[in-house]
Nanobody
Framework: QVALVESGGGLVQAGGSLRLSCAAS????????MGWFRQAPGKEREFVAG????????YYADTVKGRFTISKDNSKNTVFLQMNSLKPEDTAVYYC????????????WGQGTQVTVSS
């Protein structure tokens, strides 16, 4: 069973950048499909970005495409989310997720990290 811990959140001005990290333990992430989700106050949790088990395929929500980049470092057992050109509407708690299946729901979740973008 894999455990996930996010870090790197914080307060940033609009137009700025942050890099979130998701450190995994218990299992190597080389065998997991990984994803980032976010939940803003009063809203449902939404998909942000995903990366395949191989790391060769990435997926993005339209709202972040071209601004966010997901990557996977198997040697560090860590997944990253590089967020550039941040907007106030990116403010949310960001969650890392993992699963061994090739598609479908994610079975493992981190506790989340807060990202706040000021205008």
């Amino acid at each position: 069973q894999v455990a996930l811990v996010e870090s790197g959140g914080g307060l940033v001005q609009a137009g700025g950048s942050l890099r979130l990290s998701c450190a995994a333990s218990g299992r190597p992430i080389s065998g997991y499909r990984m994803g980032w989700f976010r939940q803003a106050p009063g809203k449902e949790r939404e998909f942000v970005a995903g990366i395949s088990v191989s790391g060769l395929t990435t997926y993005y929500a339209d709202t972040v495409k071209g601004r966010f980049t997901i990557s996977k470092d198997n040697s560090k057992n860590t997944v990253f989310l590089q967020m550039n050109s941040l907007k106030p509407e990116d403010t949310a708690v960001y969650y890392c997720a993992a699963d061994t299946r090739l598609n479908g729901a994610y079975g493992y979740w981190g506790q989340g990290t807060q990202v706040t973008v000021s205008s």
